[in-house]
T-cell receptor
Framework: SQTIHQWPATLVQPVGSPLSLECTVE??????LYWYRQAAGRGLQLLFY??????ISSEVPQNLSASRPQDRQFILSSKKLLLSDSGFYLC???????????FGPGTRLTVL | SQELEQSPQSLIVQEGKNLTINCTSS?????LYWYKQKYGEGLIFLMM?????EEKSHEKITAKLDEKKQQSSLHITASQPSHAGIYLC????????????FGQGTTLQVKP
């Protein structure tokens, strides 16, 4: 069966520090991968999606970037965190584009 | 752009009571997803609806998509404390792309 992992589970970072969040999927090959952010008052918002290694599409302009160095690994990064980057970051995968997306446990990021 | 509006925003019901959560779209829905989230955790997939008039059930939860494919409802029969959480509807942003947008969520509390 497929499983999705995210780490760390929680993170507290100072403003201006770098960020790296990791997501890995097991039990499937060539999944579509997604990064979402859930922020207070702004709901759940799609940030990036990837259909393959090295293929990243950004949905909203922001202070973040994503990379997919391996088939089942998706990384969310920032060079300098802003206060507005605080939120709950969720990774998701699907087999095909319009198919059901399955979410990871999330990372709670607090920027101080 | 397409938006999803959920109602009510929050709901408190007595255990054993039935309840309905609605999700309305400003545009035709190509795929409508219902998820449940416990605070601070990832999203759990409940059901997906694609065809107008479609109805699906799982245990005591029934989801329907209207014929015009612009409104969906989630009905819980004989609610239990285990049903408590945040219910989110999601839809494909531009039709079979895999890019989901979400409603703001409905927070459900079930009083024993």
């Amino acid at each position: 069966s497929q499983t999705i992992h995210q780490w760390p589970a929680t993170l507290v970072q100072p403003v201006g520090s770098p960020l790296s969040l990791e997501c890995t999927v097991e039990g499937t090959s060539n999944p579509n991968l997604y990064w979402y952010r859930q922020a207070a008052g702004r709901g759940l918002q799609l940030l990036f999606y990837s259909v393959g290694i090295g293929q990243i599409s950004s949905e909203v302009p922001q202070n973040l970037s994503a990379s997919r160095p391996q088939d089942r690994q998706f990384i969310l990064s920032s060079k300098k965190l802003l206060l507005s980057d605080s939120g709950f970051y969720l990774c998701a995968w699907s087999v095909l584009g319009p198919d059901t997306q399955y979410f990871g446990p999330g990372t709670r990021l607090t920027v101080l | 752009s397409q938006e999803l509006e959920q109602s009510p925003q929050s709901l408190i019901v007595q255990e054993g009571k039935n309840l309905t959560i609605n999700c309305t779209s400003s545009k035709t829905l190509y795929g409508l997803y219902w998820y449940k989230q416990k605070y601070g955790e990832g999203l759990i997939f409940l059901m997906m609806l694609q065809k107008g008039g479609e109805e699906k059930s799982h245990e005591k939860i029934t989801a329907k998509l209207d014929e015009k494919k612009q409104q969906s409802s989630l009905h819980i029969t004989a609610s239990q404390p285990s049903h408590a959480g945040i219910y989110l509807c999601g839809a494909d942003k531009s039709g079979n792309t895999g890019k989901l947008i979400f409603g703001q969520g409905t927070t459900l509390q079930v009083k024993p």
